[in-house]
């Protein structure tokens, strides 16, 4: 063998490629919807809506009436007012039936105002999100939310 180092390599990195693929293909669907919940969690905590977006189906509709966009807007107008700064999962329960799932996150959020004030505001609530399995993956189709409604809803005029 002219190049051993690179035959080594070679195999090592065909049996990496090999065990990632055979555990995504394996992954349960609650491993593929907590997956999801921290990617959107990722994107509220850096602001970005392709992030947080992709976890809301196209056919979400919550009770007060909002569709994705609405949804997406009223994040946006938040971000406008608020810069997120963390927010921590606290419990995360899902529960999966078929095509259909719930999950109950309980979490904290912590944030600052957008006009540069040092200080730090506080919303600790529950979400709880109803989804579904679409071709694409587990997309969220409602979300009842319990906390502060003035930190999720103070952009929004009744």
């Known amino acids: 063998m002219k190049h051993p180092g690179r035959f ?11 065990y990632a693929l055979v ?4 992954e349960n ?18 602001n970005e809506p392709a ?7 196209a056919l ?24 997120p700064f963390k927010v921590e999962i606290k419990a995360l329960k899902i529960e999966t039936e078929g095509e259909e799932a719930t999950t109950q996150i309980a979490y904290r959020c912590l944030f600052k105002k957008s006009d540069g004030a040092e200080q730090i505001y506080y919303d600790a609530g529950k979400v709880i999100a109803s989804w579904h399995k679409e071709t694409s993956g587990w997309k969220i189709v409602k979300i009842e939310y319990t906390g502060s409604q003035e930190m999720l809803f103070l952009p929004v005029v009744a």
Request: proline share 0%.
């Open 8 to 18: 080594i390599f070679g195999v090592a990195l065909l049996a990496v490629t090999s």
């Open 23 to 26: 555990t995504f293909l394996q």
């Open 29 to 46: 669907d609650e491993t593929k919807i907590r997956r999801a919940v921290y990617a959107a969690v990722l994107g509220v905590e850096r």
């Open 51 to 57: 992030r947080y977006g992709r976890v809301l189906s």
């Open 60 to 83: 979400y509709k919550d009770e007060y009436g909002n569709d994705k966009a609405a949804v997406l807007k009223i994040v946006a107008d938040a971000f406008r007012d608020y810069k």
